[in-house]
């Protein structure tokens, strides 16, 4: 166990839908990083945050966003959904960032039918 | 540019054999370099960073700044090795990940 908690463990939408994904860091950890990984492709870095500000951007699509709370859980946004957004949404959390390491989640299934 | 590169999408080794996972980075900067693994498409967690230069289960890796290469090395191949690994440089601010190597251990 990471210490990083994330909820739902799976969810199944439809398209166009909006759903919301959440994350909990390792306690005392500032950084949370959203990962995104499909079956056929590898792990795709979306967002990250520093103790509630954007810090980096990956690839991560105008229909996503996410935001870090004053408590430092974080959730990531998906709206307008399509069948292409199923995947496995991975959240990491470190104690700052770049040269730390980093602790996964178990991840949220997500399902768009 | 901050950039990993991991050559392989796929390595098959029979069990006992050697494994060798390539890993080549490119940071201008003093780089921190790590190795996570993940099983069965679970959480991802780390196996080993080269700070610590420690050995996890058998695997070693030696940054090499001259080649610029942090590749990982098993010298006898498990079955309960067989799981996607990815290599990871943290820079100043961000990490950056490579496209992961799958490793499939044939008994």
């Known amino acids: 166990d990471s210490g990083v908690t994330q909820t739902p463990k799976h969810l199944i939408t439809a398209t166009g839908q909006r759903v919301t994904l959440r994350c909990s860091p390792r306690?005392?950890?500032?950084?949370v990083y959203w990962y995104q990984q499909s079956l056929d492709q590898g792990l795709q870095f979306l967002i990250q945050?520093?103790?509630?500000?954007?810090?980096a951007k990956g690839n991560i699509l105008e229909r996503f966003s996410a935001q870090q709370f004053p408590d430092l859980h974080s959730e990531l946004n998906l709206s307008s959904l399509e069948l292409g957004d199923s995947a496995l949404y991975f959240c990491?959390?470190?104690?700052?960032?770049?040269?730390?390491?980093?602790?996964f989640g178990p991840g949220t299934r997500l399902t768009v039918l | 540019a901050q950039r990993v590169t991991q050559p392989e999408k796929l390595l098959s080794v029979f069990k006992g054999a050697p494994v060798e996972l390539k890993c080549n980075y490119s940071?201008?900067?003093?780089?921190?370099l790590f190795w996570y693994v993940q099983y069965s498409r679970q959480r991802l967690q780390l196996l080993l960073r080269?700070?610590s230069r420690e050995s996890i289960k058998g695997f070693t890796a030696d940054l090499n700044k001259g080649e610029t290469s942090f590749h990982l090395k098993k010298p006898f191949a498990q079955e309960e090795d067989s799981a996607m690994y990815y290599c990871?440089?943290?820079?100043?601010?961000?990490?950056?990940f490579g496209t992961g190597t799958k490793l499939q251990v044939i008994p």
């Open positions: 990491a959390s470190s104690v700052l960032q770049g040269k730390d390491t980093q602790y």
């Open positions: 306690s005392g950890d500032l950084s």
């Open positions: 945050y520093y103790n509630g500000e954007e810090r």
């Open positions: 940071y201008s900067g003093s780089p921190e």
């Open positions: 080269h700070i």
């Open positions: 990871a440089l943290g820079g100043y601010q961000k990490v950056t």
